[in-house]
């Protein structure tokens, strides 16, 4: 089938967009800058992309709909990152973009129509244990409301399919971003050891769960795909693990974790992810229940010390980390 692609020159958009082709769909990828998409698509596939580039932004409805027009199924990708501080306009690629790909995709017929979203609707949990199933959270950042009021328009179309990832890392991000920012802190500066955790993800199997998401008349889905669940104690030995390195911590209260995240966000000045959105995703985030996801879609996690070592190789060959950070994985 034919799939539109949001968002194929980010991050999960542009693996995506290799397991969509490998699983022998064709593709159209509406992006914002075309020269962006051809370079990032270039690290990942051999053929050329720009024949299947359609130019044009998710917040012009006009132009979203043209694109939607010519295509079987779409998948929604495309969304502003809020969590460690960099997302520009939560609220216009978050909920309008969002609207008007989801809701005139549905309008128009398209078969699947699958939307990425994000564990974070779920945060802060009530429950020890995320489902797809659980409550939405009354997150207080702003990144946190507007995914999850994108979240509810999705749900209310029907007929919509729609994927929670975890903490999305691996290589070729074109932009560093929540865990794969997370990982080069923790091995520049030191791991803080406090409540929660997080859930590791490898990039490439979510575009493999995503490309197995393409099926026709299997109306309104929805996959929690959180990955590995790991304490920020655990993150940090694995680290040592893998890089034969000892690892700096140093255990702090969740208060202090905050006021250090507000502090950063008020100076905006140190280069480090940590906010006080981010100070809170990782003191109350809890294990996800991934098993209808992995058993229907029929993708199994890589291991996360594989996910995690390609990563790191990855981050230090691209000049985000000195490769003496990440030790014997550097040879």
């Known amino acids: 089938m034919r799939v539109l692609i949001t968002g194929a020159s980010g991050f999960v958009g542009s693996h995506a967009t290799v397991a969509l082709l490998a699983a022998g769909h064709d593709v159209r990828l509406l992006v914002r800058n075309p020269d962006k998409a051809v370079r990032v698509l270039a690290n990942l596939l051999q053929q050329d992309v720009r024949p299947a580039i359609v130019p044009g932004d998710i917040r012009d409805r006009t132009a979203v709909r043209e694109a939607l027009a010519e295509c079987d199924a779409v998948l929604h990708s495309a969304a502003e990152m809020g969590v460690t501080g960099h997302g520009a306009d939560l609220r216009g690629a978050n909920v309008q973009g969002l609207e008007n790909v989801l809701g005139q995709a549905v309008e128009l017929g398209l078969d699947p129509v ?4 994000t564990v974070a609707v779920f945060v802060p949990p009530n429950e020890p244990l995320i489902t797809a199933g659980s409550p939405l959270a009354s997150p207080r950042n702003a990144y946190g409301r507007s995914k999850v009021e994108g979240e509810r328009y999705a749900r209310g179309l029907g007929g919509v399919t729609i994927v929670y990832p975890g903490g999305v890392v691996g290589p070729y991000q074109p932009t560093l971003d929540a865990l794969n920012e997370g990982l080069c802190a923790g091995l520049r500066m030191g791991w803080p050891i406090v409540p929660g955790g997080v859930s590791i993800l490898d990039v ?39 890089t034969g390195r000892k690892p700096t911590t140093f255990p702090i209260p969740g208060w202090t974790l905050r006021a250090m995240g507000a502090a950063l966000d008020a100076i905006r000045i140190v280069d480090h992810p940590l906010t006080r959105d981010a100070a809170d995703f990782m003191l109350t985030l809890v294990p996800t229940d991934d098993s209808l996801a992995l058993e229907e879609l ?19 060959a691209e000049g985000h980390l000195n490769p003496r950070k990440i030790g014997r994985l550097a040879t």
């Open 114 to 117: 699958v939307h990425v979203s």
């Open 298 to 316: 029929g993708v199994t996690l890589r291991l996360v010390e594989d996910t995690v070592s390609d990563t790191l190789r990855w981050l230090a």
């Open 204 to 242: 490439r199997d979510l575009a493999t769960a995503l490309a197995a998401c393409f099926t026709e008349g299997q109306g309104a889905r929805r996959y929690l795909i959180g990955g590995h669940f790991r304490n920020w104690r655990e993150v940090a030995e694995l680290c040592a693990r893998l």
